[in-house]
């Protein structure tokens, strides 16, 4: 049995901004992202957490 499979690549999606100090957090859109103790971006009203390494200085 084959099926095909039609694409459609038209639509464009907007482009991603990478998430900074300061910006708005994507998960709960209210708070500003800030670096933590292991500078990881964090969100300080969700606790949403961008990074996974953390760096040391």
Known sequence: MRVEI???????????E???CGSVCPKCGEARLDYNG???LQCPKCGFVAGGGGGCT
């Open 18 to 20: 990478p998430l900074r």
């Open 38 to 40: 292991v500078l990881d």
């Open 6 to 16: 039609e694409l459609n690549f038209s639509e464009t999606l907007p482009p991603v």
